[in-house]
């Protein structure tokens, strides 16, 4: 019971993440595992990068049936993104061991504040008069970005993401979410695969109840965030993010 409860608690921060923000449910899901189960660190990152799968693509499927999801420029940022995270991770083999994993806390943390105090206000027009070619130039330099610092620090390419199509791109903040997700879902599948692969299954039950939990929060906070208004949306995700940031926090010092 104490299991399912964590689980079902852990789903819900990783979901509303996803649904709202493009999160990844890695920066919710491993914390809570480790600390009130007792997983082992691989162990819990593999269970959420596989509740990220269908709660990114179920999150991206209503992006996209709301018209809030750039999938042509998404996939050149996805390759590229996957390609440099190889690059990244290989380049931080090479140097002596830090730990940066609080990167991506703080990142959701200060992220949430900024769309509380400085809303995403960029329309769709705006965004669509960027030309094509420049804006896959644009994806692919990105995705350099994103990539690298994911595979070098290992968290927070959904928090980097949002950051980059909405600050750097221009993008609206709908079609921000439902680009991230619509990535994520693929990166994620990538990462729980090789994690599966190399440390074998994790404990099942554990891994059903957050993949459950995960994907019914993803469907609802994404379902509400199609349907919203700019102002309104901004302001929810802000929340959703300094919420789960300051959670994260208290999760990790307690380890």
């Known amino acids: 019971m104490f299991q399912f409860v964590i689980c079902f608690i852990a789903g819900i921060g990783a979901g509303l993440g996803t649904g709202f923000a493009g999160m990844s449910a890695a920066a919710v899901i491993s914390p809570m595992l480790i600390t009130f189960l007792g997983l082992p660190a691989y162990e819990a990152v593999g269970i959420a990068l596989a509740s990220d799968v269908l709660a990114s693509a179920v999150s991206a499927y209503t992006y996209g049936k709301n018209k809030n999801l750039d999938i042509k420029n998404g996939l050149v940022m996805m390759i590229t993104v996957l390609l440099f995270t190889l690059f990244g991770s290989w380049v931080a083999s090479l140097l002596p061991n830090t730990t940066m994993g609080s990167f991506s806390v703080f990142m959701t943390l200060l992220l949430g504040i900024k769309f509380i ?7 769709k027009e705006a965004m669509t008069a960027v030309s094509g070619k420049k804006r896959v130039i644009q994806s692919i330099i990105c995705g350099m970005m994103v990539g690298f610092i994911c595979g070098f620090i290992g968290a927070g390419g959904g928090m980097m ?5 909405t600050s750097v791109l221009g993008y609206e903040l709908k079609t921000a979410v439902g680009t991230s997700v619509f990535i994520m879902t693929f990166t994620a599948l990538t990462g729980s695969v090789s ?8 404990d099942l039950k554990c891994l059903l109840f957050c993949i459950a939990s995960t994907l019914l929060w993803a469907r ?3 379902k509400f965030a199609n349907k919203a208004s700019a102002v309104t949306l901004n302001r929810a995700t802000g929340v959703v993010l300094a919420v789960l940031g300051v959670a994260i926090l208290a999760v990790n010092y307690l380890q």
């Open 195 to 202: 994690h599966f692969a190399i440390g074998g299954m994790p």
């Open 161 to 165: 993401m949002l950051l980059i199509l």
């Open 220 to 222: 609802v906070a994404a």
């Open 117 to 123: 105090v400085k809303p995403v206000m960029t329309t």
